[in-house]
């Protein structure tokens, strides 16, 4: 029989789903909180969470707040007058006047054998430190991360065959069961929760997962607390990692997010590979190639970042084939022309953005440096003298450098060089530049139907977890 318990429950990804479904069941669900419809796909449509899609589906009351910044976001929230919120992988920060606002307590459903992977991803991480066993529990939720009293957890044991995707499965068909006990133990004043011993205390790394591509976000922290993100792309038998060869950039182009963090330092060839190494741990298909093109400009960093490309070709190392490993620059002119005369096997991709000094300026100040005229000069005697085609990155910018004019002069400027052609439309990052609509990017490419280079358009994967090109940057929460 179904109590009269009220909850607000808290959730945003699938693994949420089968919680909310069995507390919907079993008790009175006065409204359902879940992050914002993100932009996805080629398009860019919002698209609204797994939990979000279940509570429409179930005739449940949706809030989707981006914070709770708002007074009047908490003080609607206290109104409702709770007797629990349950929380599961919901993704925002609560801060104590939401915690405190329900009858009981703010209980949150966490996957792990707490203290033991804190923080987000504790299902990869208990798989790539080899446990034997993990848990769900049910902790009362405080406003430091995931340090609350336990109420109850069950244990889980990890196969030896056991993978992220078949754990992740397994709790989140257990979880439910978990809450729903520890929801009736507290009401009935029958808990006992028990204090978390600190010594056990291991913090798990974020990752972020599409919900509409096979596109994960990784967030990865360096032995000196510094966080870098890289991206695994997969699509049919094809495996891309985009990987970050520094902590931040200081190339500052104005419509790209890591230029916002500044630089930091570079990272270490060993950094870079490693990267690599941690997402196979945690991604069932192999990985066909490798991007240069995550946080950071590769050739301020160039030693570091041929070190790692020759461990990533390397016979004894990763062994990647060299032409499925592409280094990408903004345009540094002089590490430009090191490369071609070391006569490198990787390809090489340049950011182009712009059809003249002025107009790349503008959104690019490295061209200040680096002219426009010198930039085209060294890729050309690149493009010459190597046995790769170079490819020439644009990124879409509306009312900046999508006009017909724009796309003629590309043509012009191209035509000669044996290269091709890599349209970017832009994917929004909350400043002043904007994506141009789908009817300017088809007339833009229009122009370009018939010319004597290949021309190819990057509908970026992961835009609705930032993940898309120009997207990343770290931003941590509890």
């Known amino acids: 029989m179904k109590s009269n318990i009220k909850i607000i429950f808290m959730g945003t ?11 919907t069941k079993n008790f009175e669900v006065v409204s359902v909180y879940s992050q914002p419809p993100k932009n996805s796909g ?5 698209r609204i969470s797994p939990i979000h899609s279940f509570a429409e589906k179930n005739n449940l009351c949706v809030k989707t707040p981006l914070n709770f910044s708002n007074p009047n976001t908490v003080n609607e929230i206290i109104n409702q007058k709770a007797d629990f919120i349950v929380v599961v992988a919901y993704g925002i920060i609560l801060p104590p006047s939401v915690l405190n606002s329900p009858k009981y307590l703010c209980l949150n459903g966490h996957a792990s054998d707490l203290p033991r992977w804190r923080g987000a991803a504790p299902i990869q991480r208990a798989i790539e430190a080899g446990d034997k066993t993990t848990a769900v529990s049910a902790m009362i939720m405080e406003e430091t991360l995931d340090t609350g009293p336990v109420i109850i957890k069950k244990k889980i044991v990890i196969n030896d065959n056991e993978t992220s995707n078949t754990l992740h499965d397994t709790m989140s068909e257990e979880m439910p069961k978990v809450l729903i006990d520890a929801i009736n ?3 009935n004043k029958k808990h006992n929760p028990i204090k978390q011993d600190t010594n056990g205390v291991l913090y798990a790394k974020k990752i972020s997962s599409s919900e509409n591509e096979s596109t994960q976000k990784f967030l990865f922290k360096t032995n000196d607390n510094h966080f870098i993100e890289t991206v695994s792309m997969v699509e049919g038998n094809r495996h891309t990692i985009c990987l970050s060869s520094q902590v931040g950039c200081n190339v ?4 790209c997010a890591t230029g916002k963090m500044g630089i930091i330092r570079n990272l270490n060839s060993g950094e870079i590979v490693d990267q690599l190494n941690l997402i196979k741990k945690n991604v069932l298909n192999p990985i066909t190639n490798v991007v240069f093109m995550g946080m950071g400009e590769p050739f301020l960093n160039y030693k570091n970042t041929i070190e790692a490309a020759n461990l990533l070709h390397h016979p004894k190392g990763i062994n990647l084939g060299a032409k499925r ?7 540094i002119v002089p590490k430009i022309e090191q490369y071609a005369k070391e006569l490198h096997p990787f390809k090489l991709a340049i950011s182009l953005n712009g059809t003249s000094h002025e107009q790349r300026l503008k959104i690019m100040p490295i061209t200040k440096a680096f002219s426009f005229k010198n930039l085209l000069k060294v890729a050309k005697n ?8 170079l490819t020439f990155e644009y990124v879409l910018l509306k009312d900046i450098n999508d006009d017909i004019k724009d796309a003629k002069k590309l043509i012009s400027l191209l035509e000669r060089i044996n290269c091709k052609l890599n349209i970017i439309p832009y994917n929004e990052i909350g400043g002043h530049f904007e994506r141009p609509s789908d009817k300017k990017i088809e007339k833009f490419i229009k122009v370009l139907k018939n010319v004597c280079f290949p021309v190819t358009v990057r509908w970026s994967k992961g835009t609705d977890i930032d993940a898309g090109c120009g997207q990343l940057v770290t931003s941590i929460e509890a």
Do not use: M, Q
């Not at 500052?252 to 419509?255: H, R």
């Open 185 to 187: 133990l507290v009401h």
């Open 13 to 23: 990804p699938e693994f949420s789903v089968p919680s909310l479904e069995a507390v």
């Open 325 to 331: 490993i592409t280094i990408s620059t903004a345009g």
């Open 252 to 255: 500052d182009c104005t419509f």
């Open 382 to 389: 690149y493009a010459y003298n190597s046995r790769n085609k």
């Open 42 to 46: 080629r398009g860019l449509k919002k």
